[in-house]
């Protein structure tokens, strides 16, 4: 039974394998039916009812004709009124005629005059064929338009209007007597008003046009206009035929008289029923017209509102940027325009604002102004909807800028909308080049079409992190991105506010080098040699080039680069080479006079003096220290002397094409065996192996890969928690861990995948093990599993959950071992109900920090940079008073970068992500900026090209003196480019106001005086040191001395007027010495006791009374010392890009510089270079062993 259900029965004959292939001939024979759809639309009346109203071109053509019959009508019926005679007789057809001059005199109304008129055959057949084709397409219409209530159709204006017209001239066919009867067929012209408007509703509708209200809504009041003025004076003189006889002028100029309200009186009707129409046709104008006025009105303001359209004549005649944006705000605005005509070439460009809110009251009394009301157009619209990009003319613009509303406190969904309107003008203009600024990175990919694509959280993570081991650099990124002409500051009488100024004026210029006059002599040259001689020559700094055939840009390639005229050279200087004067008469008047000077710097093309001297040093000087210098090294070792001790150090000449023997450093990936030697042996202990690779995984799409040094096994998720112990290790906080380095806190809200590329540069391969700094994250909220994935495999990074706010948080993830705090905006802070008060809360938080940790470097990120003039507040303190005005003074002059005298963002201290928009808008110019920027933060590694760093100048480099010498001795040793300084002054500040900015003085730690300088501060802060511990404590025990001490200044404070000037000036500062130290103290306890509290030894805290003189010096020079010491004393550190080579260097100064990437040319001869480096080190001496090797 199961095999018989289980065998498989053949088909039937029918469905072989033949009648498969040709078709089964019976199952063709079978019954179906065909079934046929939408038959309706097949009758008479539909295929009517298409042709006539719903197909647009064919209704429009219909409506077409029916307007051109009604202006027929209207024509004909003026000529039948100029060939009218009512002289020669008036009566029915065919009847007597009645002279009209017998009734001229009579006070009887003539009826017949009005009843009866004089039409001619011919003209009579004309009118009747007309008015036969206007009833049978007016009862077509009817018929097909006819939904139940006939009666609604019959009472239309329209339709009655039509038979009165219509009707008698039908009736004439057949009673031949009433041919010459009066038909007002001059009421056709509202027919052809009503016509006009329901054929420009067609035509939008048939050509996919968005019909402008406006135009409709002026057409409509002129017509309306027109038809009362012939209605009017058709009329008028109709009637006036029984009356006093007028012409049909007379008629007109009557109507235009009365309707302007004028009313001469000269021409006046006569008779009671045209007076009677004169009152009619003034009531209806007067009803009528306001409310065709009032519409009109109505609309003007709503196109005033939404901003009307971009004509298509000007896009095409005018070139256009579009911006769109969810809403605008006047600093988006301001940044955008002033970055945007700052360049010369765009200042015929003409903007088109694209946004789908109502305009701001700023926004518009700030495009009210002339400068921008004649370049800017506001047009209220969606970049979603097809109709408002064909407003702006999306499809002629020369480029469309899509921002992200970063004021959104869900910045992913403002993410999502920026990507919609990237889709959307893609798709609409897919020529228009595209530039979007995207906030997340995830989100990056979405977008990855575009032209150019600014991401802001990479930018911004990259950027607080370089901060933390290259000091500044958001600074230096910041003035680099912003046009400027270097006049900031120049009226100032600071010192440093005019070189600052000056030097802020540098930017990035393109030039190819076969074009070039600063480079065109180099061809054939190393790129070192071509960069130190521009350098020397023309004051400008070579940073980077593109070869012809690849599109890659290389920052620094390294002398192995040999510079071709092909190349596209990338430099940094004031203005690019095309705006530059080459001035060579003075040089000639120089060298005639002999003139040997101190070396100051004039002109571009005259060589400074030390430069000259430089470049004729001993070419004969021992390389053994300048072959193989660690690539992280903050010091440039004297030349050997070889055992004459009167040698003047001399510095080697930078060589045309590179020596292969004595280039560069060891590579970086040889040094990892001696590395781990020595940290062994520093130790005693097994050390945990790093090795250098791609991390495994990256937190989302798009993410440039990265060498970086990493754990050869992942980290388990539960050793990545700094405050909890596991059992792996039993660490519960920051001091167990041993740290040799100090630690990187940051502060975020959430980990989100931004996040990561804070990390990536801190663990960059090219960074010495010896120099990694863990890196702790302070979050609010506890990281998802997939970003601890991926962050799992970087060494000494970890994670805790806490906030700025609480100080328990603070001291468990180990703020008292930190060097940098990075605070980092918070999204839920963009929920405050004022928009610049999102940033109140860090403000507080950090200037919190400030008081309670004074020797902490804190960046904070401000989602404002109005705002950071509240960072290291101090309500009166003059010198910030000066530069607020000197900010306001520069912002009247029109400058781009009024806030950079801030002395916070001068230093480094605080950044807005904002600042970057400019990255952005200089791209339409610049379309390599945004490549380079990613190059400087290591966001992107370009095989070959180098990466940003920071050497800093100690007593045993002062011997270079000038930054010049500085640049040739990087150049012919390690190959590095330097591209500017950060220097950090004292300064002595007033307290009360002055009159003049000038009554202030400023100290500078020159190299001249730094012996004497040290000196001094020593002892000083020895004194203090002492004299604050001895106080302290009584303070704490007794709390009431410290009331008996603050009465006691009061009373020397009164007779300070019987003192000398001197003695009231000490007292005042020994009143608030006494005031401050009481703060501090109160502050060093609070400290203490919530460690205790923790479980935390207090042997870390280092509180400011207890500081030692070294550690005063070190924090003023770092900058981090805020106005803890003295009221009287404080720093300000700035950036000066590519300053002048006659430029003095100073203790402490830090120099940027782009080092030449360690992997360039590992694959050529990375054996050589490797044994070469070794045979040098073991030669030298173990003294300077140390110093060379990594």
Not at 741 to 758: P, R, W
Request: glycine share 4%.
């Amino acid at each position: 039974m199961t095999e018989l259900e289980s065998e498989v029965l053949p088909l039937p004959p029918r469905y072989r394998f033949r009648d498969l292939l040709l078709g089964d001939q019976s199952f063709q024979s079978d019954d179906r039916v065909q079934v046929e759809f939408y038959v309706n639309e097949n009758t008479f009346k539909e295929r009517l009812k298409l042709f006539f109203i719903k197909n647009q071109r064919s209704s429009l053509r219909i409506r077409l004709f029916n307007f051109s019959l009604k202006l027929l009508t209207c024509l004909l019926y003026i000529v039948r009124v100029l060939l009218d005679n009512p002289e020669e007789g008036i009566g029915c057809w065919e009847c007597e005629k009645q002279n009209y001059t017998a009734f001229n005199q009579s006070t009887n109304i003539n009826w017949s005059h009005i009843f009866w008129v004089d039409r001619k055959t011919p003209l009579w057949a004309v009118q009747v064929s007309i008015a036969l084709i206007s009833f049978l397409e007016t009862m077509l219409l009817i018929y097909l338009s006819y939904k139940g209530n006939i009666w609604e159709q019959i009472f239309r204006i329209s339709f009655i209007l039509e038979m009165i017209n219509t009707v008698p001239f039908i009736i004439t066919i057949f009673w031949p007597p009433l041919r010459n009867l009066f038909i007002p067929v001059f009421l056709n012209c509202w027919l052809a008003k009503y016509a006009l408007e329901n054929m420009i509703n067609d035509l939008h509708r048939a050509i996919q046009r968005t019909q402008s209200a406006m135009f409709n809504q002026v057409l409509i009041l002129i017509c309306t206009l027109l038809c009362l003025v012939f209605t009017g004076t058709c009329g008028i003189q109709h009637l006036e035929r029984a009356g006093e006889k007028l012409s049909l002028f007379k008629s007109f100029y009557f109507c235009i008289v009365t309707f302007s309200t004028v009313g001469y009186g000269d021409v006046t009707p006569k008779i009671w029923p045209s007076q009677l129409l004169v009152v009619i046709m003034i009531c209806v104008a007067l009803v009528v017209l306001p409310l065709q006025f009032e519409e009109l009105v109505y609309l003007w303001m709503e196109r005033q509102k939404s901003g009307g359209n971009y004509s298509r004549h000007r896009a095409q005649t005018e070139k256009h940027v579009v911006l769109c944006v969810s809403s605008l705000k006047i600093d988006l605005l301001m940044d955008f325009l002033n970055e945007f005509y700052a360049h010369p070439r765009l200042q015929d460009y003409y903007v088109v604002i694209l946004c789908p809110t109502e305009m701001d009251i700023q926004v518009r009394r700030v495009l009210q102004i002339p400068l921008w009301s004649q370049r800017v157009i506001y047009l209220q619209g969606s970049a979603l909807k097809d109709q408002d990009l064909m407003r702006a003319k999306m499809d002629n613009g020369e480029a469309c800028f899509i921002l992200s509303s970063r004021n959104e406190v869900d910045r992913t969904a403002a993410d999502h909308q920026t990507i919609l309107r990237a889709w959307a003008v893609k798709d609409f203009a897919p020529n228009c080049p595209l530039y979007v600024q995207i906030l997340k990175p995830e989100n990056k990919f979405h977008v990855k079409f575009a032209d150019h694509v600014v991401c802001e959280e990479e930018c911004k993570y990259a950027m607080l992190a370089l901060n933390c081991v290259c000091p500044a650099t958001s600074t230096l990124i910041t003035l680099l991105v912003h046009t400027s002409r270097g006049q900031e500051g120049q009226e100032s009488p600071e010192q440093w506010q005019r070189m600052y100024g000056r030097c802020s004026g540098n930017e990035v210029y393109h030039i190819r080098m076969g074009d070039s006059k600063f480079f065109m002599e180099y061809e054939g040259k190393s790129f070192t040699y071509a960069a130190f001689h521009a350098h020397k020559k023309y004051g400008v700094c070579l940073i980077g080039i593109r070869r012809e055939e690849n599109k890659s840009i290389l920052l620094n390639p390294g002398p192995r680069h040999i510079m071709a005229a092909s190349d596209t050279c990338f430099y940094i200087n004031i203005t690019k080479e095309e705006n530059s004067a080459f001035i060579f008469k003075q040089e000639e008047k120089q060298k005639k006079k002999g003139f040997a000077g101190r070396g100051s710097y004039d002109g571009p093309s005259r060589l400074p003096v030390h430069s000259i001297i430089a470049s004729m040093g001993t070419v004969a000087m021992d390389l053994q220290n300048t072959e193989c210098r660690p690539a992280n090294s903050s010091k440039l070792a004297l030349p050997a002397e070889n055992g004459s001790g009167t040698r003047r150090p001399s510095i080697a000449p930078v060589l045309e094409l590179a020596d292969t023997s004595s280039l560069l450093p060891c590579d970086l990936l040889s040094d990892q065996s001696e590395d781990e030697m020595t940290q062994s042996d520093e130790e005693g202990s097994a050390v945990v192996e790093y090795v250098k690779g791609y991390p495994p995984n990256s937190p989302y799409i798009g993410s440039s890969p990265t060498l970086c040094h990493l754990l050869p096994e992942k980290a388990p998720f539960c050793c990545l928690r700094l405050d909890k112990g596991c059992k792996h290790n039993s660490f519960e906080d920051a001091k167990a861990y041993g740290f040799k380095n100090k630690l990187i806190i940051v502060s975020a809200e959430t980990a989100g995948n931004g996040l990561y590329n804070f990390i990536v540069p801190l663990r960059a391969y090219y960074r010495s093990r010896k120099e990694l700094n863990p890196i702790v994250l302070l979050l609010d909220n506890k990281p998802e599993h997939h970003f601890l994935e991926a962050i799992c495999c970087f060494p000494m990074v970890y994670y805790m959950e806490g906030t700025i706010d609480n100080l328990d948080s603070l001291l468990q993830c180990g703020i008292i071992y930190a060097d940098n705090l990075v605070v980092v905006d918070k999204e839920s802070t963009m929920s405050a109900e004022e928009d610049y008060m999102a940033d109140a809360k860090t403000i507080v938080n950090v200037q919190t920090m400030f008081r309670l940790f004074p020797s902490l470097s804190i960046i904070t990120e401000l989602t404002h940079p109005s705002n950071m003039r509240f960072m290291q507040f101090r309500a009166k303190d003059s010198y910030s008073l000066a530069l607020s005005k000197l900010e306001k003074r520069e912002r009247e002059n029109g400058s781009n970068l009024a806030f950079m005298f801030r002395l916070p963002f001068a230093a480094g201290r605080v950044f807005s992500i904002s600042m970057l928009d400019t990255l952005l808008y200089q791209s339409f110019v610049k379309d390599y900026m945004i490549t380079i920027t990613r190059l400087l933060l290591g966001l992107d590694t370009t095989p070959g090209s180098g990466y940003l760093c920071a050497m800093k100048i100690t007593e045993d480099d002062l011997w270079i003196r000038t930054y010049g010498r500085l640049f040739q001795k990087l150049c012919s040793s390690s190959a590095e480019i330097p591209i500017g300084i950060y220097r950090t002054e004292s300064h002595m500040f007033a307290t009360s106001e002055p009159h003049d900015i000038r009554a202030q003085s400023q100290i500078s730690i020159n190299v001249e005086d730094c012996e004497d300088t040290k000196d001094v501060k020593e002892h000083w802060g020895i004194k203090t040191s002492h004299h604050r511990n001895s106080c302290s404590s009584d303070q704490s025990e007794h709390p009431l001395l410290r009331r008996k001490s603050m009465q006691w200044a009061r009373r020397l404070s009164r007779k300070g007027n019987k003192h000398s000037s001197k003695t009231a000036e000490w007292i005042s500062q020994q009143r608030l010495s006494l005031y401050r130290r009481s703060e501090r103290q109160e502050l060093s306890e609070l400290v203490k006791n919530r460690m205790k509290h923790l479980g935390l030894p207090t042997t870390g805290y280092e509180d400011v009374a207890n500081l030692t003189a070294s550690d005063v010096m070190n924090r003023v020079n770092l900058g981090y010392l805020q106005d803890e010491m003295n009221d009287h004393q404080n720093t300000l550190s700035y950036v000066l890009i590519n300053p002048p080579p006659d430029t003095r260097l100073e203790l402490n100064d830090i120099v940027y510089l782009i080092r030449s990437d360690p992997l360039a040319h590992v694959a050529n001869d990375g054996h050589s270079r490797k044994s070469s480096c070794s045979n040098k080190l073991g030669s030298g001496n173990p003294e300077t062993r140390d110093e060379t090797q990594l």
